[in-house]
């Protein structure tokens, strides 16, 4: 199966043809940082979290936050804008996805 891919801003992205998650659960991702997750963590997963927070908030793309986590690892969760265009966006260990957002 081939992938569709885009290059933006030093990252390759996976697009998915389908709303991944609600509006609303992005809305709720983006207020989730480390801190609300874990007691304590890693340099490792802070490191993480911080390119992240960085490349999308930081660099004015959109918002992100924690989408889900556990023990091992953690998900993050957000929207940022591409060529004017809000998507959504899903990171997970191995793989970085952007997919449609529903109409607001």
Known sequence: MNKTVLEWCGITFEIMDKTMFSNSV??????KILSNCYKSFSKRKLSIFDYWKYYIEYRGFGECGI???NAHFFTIGGYMFI????VGVYITPKHNYIFPLESE
């Open 67 to 69: 989408h889900t986590h």
């Open 83 to 86: 060529n004017g265009i809000k």
């Open 26 to 31: 992005i809305e709720k991702d983006c207020e």
